[in-house]
């Protein structure tokens, strides 16, 4: 039975229906007796497995086609009325001409399958900073994500109301998950989303990264505020006070291990605390007292499996270990768990690896889980959550952070001058490319802000975005825009820094800097630390002042390199490159000259 009267809903869906023919429509309600009724379905078609009660309780295992693992960045599509309003670095196509090729390959697509309705948030029910998106589906194992990973259910449309238009529209047809028919649609100029023939994560899961980025940012840059790749931390000191940072990191480059962090030894000592709003995407609005605040629009978290273990990210661990689906992990037979690379050191013997084979737990020939496998766990489950997780006006923003995953050239961390140079240290990124996304892994390319693949329109015109939100905020009251690179390698291709919880050491230095607690040196990139004020106390013997003065050199031949390789980047950008921007490139130059 529908949940609700609003007729702009109604129709949709009513149109939907007509287009692809499911045998039953079931409205989501939210219920636990209706989720777990679809967690038995799953299991009893082999969709999904039940694991181990005890250890794992309410937890699920789902392998999808070895040709769906990681989002199509090459069938992703913004499909603007005009080319230009996609921008350089997207896939365009007409909307008349797109729709009707989805619409050929949609139609009748659910004939014998159930379609799922589902109403969800994005943010806090009825915050102001949230929005509503209604996701069609023929999977039973989008409906279960989504209620981890979203707000969804009855009371999403009880507090929206019958009367608002002001709602994203998501269709997906799992279809034959044919690669080869696998499109990621969106219409920003009609709150509408189309995904078809795909049953992974960020592909289909459409309130995250189809919505909640590509449609959000879109939005964001028409209503004046902004969407996001950003994780949410809060870090406390030992007088109480929280600073909150948001960082933007490209996909698989550390924003759940940094949401997440357990602070080292000294600093737990100490009194510090790190608190975990978001870990993925945070929604910017400027608060009545002139700061930016930020939500995170999420209500889970879809995180990267591999690597993940007691000693990197604890927190995470932990948040795994109840009423979590597990997604192309390896399945441990033995006591009906699941194990990844990076787990521990005991990779199961008799087991099946992600694709379903049987497997003997050797992981030098062949791996047991796909490397961008993920875990889908509830945000309740975190042992650091914020308090604030809930709050529907968000939490004030100290810092901006960039980065991402460079060998070589990026320092471990530097400040920009202001805040258009900011946006341009943001717009200059750069990381080498991860399993999260098909192709090549491991090719450096630019990607600015973390956003390449997720900016609903003109690159051009979302940094010009960035600019204008600067001009509105007072000079005192602008978060301070920082850069930070985990990933430098020494010349036998060792990580030079130890990352995970002691980033903090990074965070540290970066709140006295937005505090003006500390002084930096001026380079032709920005603001550097003294290596003496990175505090390195218990890092004995993996780091001294003179290894991180390494980590911390800035290479004038390796940076005009790259100052021509933004040239190039930048000039694809033509008339929407803000003159900023520009103007930035320009003192960049002349300060390597
Ligand atoms: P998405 O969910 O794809 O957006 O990824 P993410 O940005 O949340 O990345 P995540 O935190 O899951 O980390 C991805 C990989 O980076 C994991 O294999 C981590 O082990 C590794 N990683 C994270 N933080 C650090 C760090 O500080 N240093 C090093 N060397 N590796 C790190
Ligand atoms: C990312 O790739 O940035 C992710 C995973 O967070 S996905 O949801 O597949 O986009
Ligand atoms: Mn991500």
Redesign the pocket.
């Known amino acids: 039975m529908a949940l609700t009267n609003n007729k702009t809903i109604l129709d949709w869906v009513d149109e939907q229906v007509a287009l692809v023919k499911p045998d039953s429509v079931v409205w989501i309600d939210g219920s636990e007796e209706q989720l777990e009724a679809l967690r038995n379905e799953a299991c009893a078609t082999g969709e999904m497995e039940r694991l181990n009660e005890e250890l794992l309780p309410g937890c699920l295992l789902h392998r999808t086609n070895p040709n769906d693992v990681a989002r199509v960045e090459g069938r992703t599509f913004i499909c603007t009325k005009t080319k230009e309003e996609a921008g350089p670095t997207n896939n365009w196509e007409d909307p008349d001409v797109m729709y009707k090729k989805l619409f050929d390959i949609a139609r009748d697509s659910y004939k014998g399958r159930t379609m799922y309705v589902i109403p969800y948030s994005m943010g806090p029910i009825g915050s102001k900073l949230s929005k509503v998106g209604i996701e069609v589906t023929d999977s039973i194992y989008v409906v279960l994500n989504m209620a981890i990973m979203t707000r969804v259910g009855k009371a999403v449309l009880d507090s929206f109301g019958d009367e608002s238009n002001d709602w994203v529209r998501g269709l997906h047809c799992k279809c034959d998950i044919d690669e080869n028919n696998r499109y990621i649609c969106h219409f920003p100029q009609d709150n509408t989303i189309i995904s078809v023939n795909s049953g992974y994560g960020g592909n289909v899961l459409l309130g995250k990264k189809c919505f909640a980025l590509r449609i959000a940012s879109y939005q964001g840059k028409h209503e004046g505020w902004q969407a996001e790749?950003m994780?949410i931390l809060g870090v406390e000191n030992p007088k109480g006070e929280v600073k909150y940072i948001c960082a933007a990191?490209?996909?698989?480059?550390?924003?759940?291990?940094?949401?997440m962090m357990v602070p080292p030894e000294g600093y737990k000592k100490a009194g510090y605390k790190v608190w975990c709003v978001g870990?993925?995407i945070a929604w910017i609005r400027k608060g009545e007292d002139g700061r930016l605040y930020a939500i995170n629009p999420e209500n889970g978290f879809?995180?990267?499996a591999?690597?993940?273990n007691e000693k990197?990210?604890p927190n995470a661990l932990a948040s795994t270990k109840q009423g979590t689906i597990f997604t192309n992990v390896a399945h441990n037979l033995d006591n009906n768990t699941v194990w990844w690379e990076?787990l521990d050191k005991n990779p199961p013997e008799n087991a099946v690896e992600w694709t379903g084979k049987p497997w003997n737990g050797k992981v030098d020939e062949i791996k047991g889980a796909h490397p961008n496998s993920?875990f889908t766990a509830p945000a309740k489950n975190c042992p650091c959550i914020s308090s604030e997780f809930e709050n529907p006006a968000g939490v004030p923003i100290s810092a901006f952070v960039f980065g991402g995953r460079r060998a070589a050239l990026t320092p471990l961390v530097y400040q920009s001058r202001d805040w258009n140079h900011g946006v341009f240290v943001g717009s200059i990124m750069a990381s080498e490319t991860?399993a999260?996304a098909t192709g090549a892994v491991g090719v450096v390319r630019r990607d600015p802000m973390a956003m390449l693949p997720f900016c609903g329109y003109d690159m051009g015109d979302y940094w010009q975005h960035w600019i204008d939100i600067g001009e509105t905020l007072d000079a005192d009251k602008a978060p301070k825009i920082f850069n930070v690179n985990?990933?430098r390698k020494d010349e036998d291709g060792n990580?030079m820094?130890?990352?995970?919880g002691d980033?903090l050491r990074v965070l540290e230095w970066i709140i006295k800097r937005c505090e003006n607690e500390v002084d930096a040196e001026e380079t032709a990139i920005g603001y550097l630390p003294k290596a003496e004020d990175i505090n390195i106390e218990g890092l004995e013997g993996e780091v001294s002042v003179d290894s991180l003065k390494k980590i911390l050199d800035v290479d004038k031949a390796l940076w005009s390199e790259e100052a021509k390789g933004i040239e190039e980047f930048y000039g694809k950008f033509g008339k929407t490159l803000p003159e900023e921007l520009a103007k930035e490139l320009d003192t960049l130059k002349a300060n390597l000259a």
């Not at 820094?497 to 995970?500: A, I, L, M, T, V």
């Open positions: 790749h994780l990191f490209p996909s698989a480059c550390g924003k759940t291990n940094l949401a870990d993925d879809f995180g990267v591999p690597g993940t990197s990210n990076g993920r991860t999260a985990w990933f990580f820094w130890p990352g995970f980033n």
